[in-house]
């Protein structure tokens, strides 16, 4: 794992708004994998401001994004479609029948995971995945305890994590309890991934990615056994840990 240290959550956007602009002009049609949640929103900021001024293109780029609230429709501002649409894809110029995102509210969700995995191998495979971590190691909605061979799945959500991300609504009973998310093996497969993290909440984290053991325990230490995975952190992330 290659660890490029930021000053802070801003310098941590620019780095990482770059880093895929560059893969971007590179292969302009390559197929990425994009997350939600506070840390990417700043790298969608720089990635929106490029397009408008540099024109960066989007229009052959296919995105998978990595999960989905159970329940909630596109139309819900609470969904992850809706995040992405305000945060990024309404912004740029990409067609919407590149986008993929889990169908939360599929009648029958267990073909919906089957589908959702089999359309990412249909693209190719995704080329560059980018990543958040939630502060008990979650990536995706892969909670602490979830097999490292599992494909697109149905989670239940740790209350940890509907806690955390209870900010993002008015109450935390609007909190769905499960969702949709690619599995450890789908991120896995990518042919590179892109982790970001930043502040002092994801420090604890941070360490036992890079100092501790690789186990099921800690979803995003699986990370460790990924040919090229790039992490940028900002200082606060990176505080007293110890770089191998
Ligand atoms: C959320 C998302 C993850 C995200 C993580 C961290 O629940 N499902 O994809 O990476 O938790 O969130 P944040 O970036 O807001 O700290």
Redesign the pocket.
Known sequence: MRIIEAHDYEHMSELAANYLIDKIHTNPSMVLGL???????GTYKHLIQDHQRNHTTYKEITTYN??EYVGFSADNPNS?HAFMYEKLFGKIDIPSANIHLPNGTAIDLNDECKTYEESIKESGGIDVQL?????NG????NEPGTSFEATTQIVH?AQS?RE??ARFFHDINEVPHE?I?MGIATIMKSKEILL?V??E??NEAMRKLVEGEVDESFPASVLNRHSHVTIIADKKALSGVTVR
Do not use: C, E, R, W
């Open positions: 997350a939600t949640g506070g840390t990417p929103q990595l999960d992850y990543l958040g971590m939630g502060s979650h990536i995706g909605f959500l994590t955390a991300n969702a998310t970001l930043a502040g909440a994801k």
